[in-house]
């Protein structure tokens, strides 16, 4: 049976779930469609794991894999290790049987509990649902409304001291091998120590022909030398030092990276108190939050905050998170994540917030050097040419291959941190090594795989939304890295089965490809990005950004390879600061915006699904509704007193409502809607009072993981005429 699935996630876009919702599921059962929800959220998975709630996030990807697929996807937390920490709390304090998490498991029971929550960090979603490649743009109404309306950029001056950082050797880009594999096999990935000893990390590696394999490792030596050399010239050339990195998607290797980071600005605290706080359980790489929060239960506590203070002093200044709290560029592990970060740097003239408050140029220490270069082209763009303007600039949408878990690097289970010297080597089921490293204590090794299937549908996709628009669909690949250089070669090879007839279709490498894309921009011409997985989760925050002040506009299809459809919503990257200004003073500026885009065409295709015209008018109707939301200026505002997430969700029911009512395709939807249209207008200003009555006093939801559904509801339903209105249906 044909069914909708709307994902219970977390955050922000879950506390507007509780207002938008209603709204959805009343209107949509007047045309016969029927919207269930599933909870997906970092609460509902951890509880699933350990047997105390349904393992919703499997079923969903089982799901994926059939043809009857519809699923709604909002955005989720991808769980930094200090995020999966504070959630276990909250759920113990809500009297859930959860374990707390074991950092350094004693014995199998600890070592089974913490093999569960491994399932958990990171980007545990986004992999299990993603059964097709991604094609994610900015609908024409939401760019129209950004030219229209302009986001402020900030301007940008020629001498702007503000620079990347990156390795550009003894990092993964730079010692990456790649094969593909020629037949069914699977794969073991070893360690051969000094003495010959051998350790299997990781055996029964299914692979497929054609599947592209590929391994990397990160020297950390060379990590802490080039750490030691930037933190130096960040204070020599009086720039910001700032980090970004992708601690939640890079689950394993990032935060290991960050934690080198701490102990890299602070030498002289870990010469001093690293023994203690390693014997205390306190880890870099959970952040200077984390550690600051811990030690002061230690005997050495007060010296060790001392030890902090000094290293702050003696060091460059440091770009801070939240300058008014002291919270730091190294506070929090998920505070930094490279996709959100760069682009708000470049929106705000190449500055960052520094301790006193103020903008500063700043060193932006990004040490893989697969995409860094892509940033730098961007500032270097700036530097010369000045801020982007969003009323005339062009769009970069996106056509990412994910499909299948294609290129997750760092994320899962193949990602160690080496114990000792030796090889790493993957093995083949008949003993050949396919792909070896020389490594070093400490060192980070990942690998990953493509497998052909998705890489195919990924070059059709491309090919067809080129066809679609008449704009350039440029391959971010590059020839010298040992991956790309494996993809170009199935490029190739796939184009010429699809009829490219007078398009332009070419492969670059990705700061080629961002330069040329820039020059486009500027004249105000699309061009289509064509990228690998890691590539599209920062371009398709990159440029919507600029373009637009945000990324949750955005339209983002997933056609799913087996039919049926995966429509995600929009980034969550902002979601934590929402939430907090919601408790504070009872407004969430959260914009649903994304849900409302991806609710059309999840309709549509509801309507083949289940061959319920109605869903199709309903798609069309909302369409409209919602391109009238944004003519009208009735998208959340930033500041208390203005409309928030629950009045833009007003405004869209009202809107939508009007489009049922005059609507001419479906005379029954037509009658039904038209007394709420009615209701709904007349009684507008009382609801837009009772909405605003509620704000600037705190609000409490019963838990920041898991909010309490009665109180949530209550929080994000506080229009009493506005909730009759919608039940009378």
Known sequence: MAKIIYTHTDEAPLLATYSFLPIVQAYAAKAGVEVETRDISLSGRILA???????????????????????????????????????????????????SYPESPKDDREKEIRAKFDKVKGSAVNPVLREGNSDRRAPASVKNYAKAHPHRMGA????????VATMGHDDFRSNEKSVVLGADDVLTIKHVAADGTETVLKDGIKVLPGEVVDATFMDVAALRRFLTEQIARAKAEDVLFSVHLKATMMKV???????????????????????????????????LGALLGAVKDLPEGDAIKSAVEAGLADGPAMAMVDSDKGITNLHVPS?????????????????????????????????????????????????????????????????????????????????????????????????DVLIEHDVQPGDIWRACQTKDEPIRDWVKLAVTRARATGSPAIFWLDETRAHDANLIAKVEEYLPEHDTEGLTIEIMAPAEATAYSLERIRRGEDTISVTGNVLRDYNTDLFPILELGTSAKMLSVVPLMNGGGLFETGAGGSAPKHVQQLLKENYLRWDSLGEFFALVPSLELY???????????????????????????????????????????????????????????????????????????????????????????????????????????KVMRPSRTLNEAIASL
């Open 607 to 713: 309507a083949e699904q289940a061959g319920t015209p109605a869903a199709k008018v309903l798609a069309a109707a909302l369409d409209r509704a919602t391109e009238t939301l944004l003519n009208e200026d009735k998208s959340p505002t930033r500041k208390v007193g203005g409309i928030d997430n629950r009045g833009s969700h007003f405004y869209l029911a009202m809107y939508w409502a009007q489009e049922l009512a005059n609507q001419t395709e479906d005379a029954d939807l037509a009658a039904a809607f038209k007394p709420l249209a009615e209701t709904l207008a007349a009684n507008e200003q009382k609801i837009v009072e009772e909405l605003g009555a509620v704000q600037g006093s705190p609000a409490d939801v019963g838990g920041y993981y898991r909010p309490d559904d009665e109180l949530a509801d």
């Open 49 to 99: 794991q350990f047997g105390l709630a349904d393992d919703a996030l499997t079923e969903l990807g089982d799901l994926a894999t059939t043809p009857e697929a519809n699923i709604i996807k909002l955005p989720n937390i991808s769980a930094s290790l200090p995020q999966l920490k504070a959630a276990v709390k909250e759920l113990q304090e809500q009297g859930f049987d959860v374990p």
């Open 156 to 163: 940008w001056d020629s001498a702007s001291r503000t620079n």
């Open 335 to 431: 505070d930094i994540i490279i996709d959100a970060s760069m682009p708000a740097m470049i929106r705000t003239s190449g500055h960052m917030w520094g301790p006193d408050g103020e903008e500063h140029d700043t060193l932006a220490v990004i040490p893989d050097s697969s995409y860094a270069g892509v940033y730098q082209t961007v500032l270097d763009d700036c530097r010369a040419h000045g801020a982007f303007d969003p009323a005339t600039m062009g769009s970069v949408p996106n056509v990412g291959l994910m499909a299948k878990a294609a290129e997750e690097y760092g994320s899962h289970d193949k990602t160690f941190e080496i114990p000792a010297a030796g090889s790493v080597q993957v093995v083949a089921s008949n003993g």
């Open 253 to 287: 290797s990032d935060p290991i990276i960050f934690g080198h980071v701490v102990q890299a600005f602070f030498p002289t605290l870990f010469e001093q108190y690293g023994e203690a706080l390693a014997a205390a359980g306190i880890s870099p790489n959970d952040g």
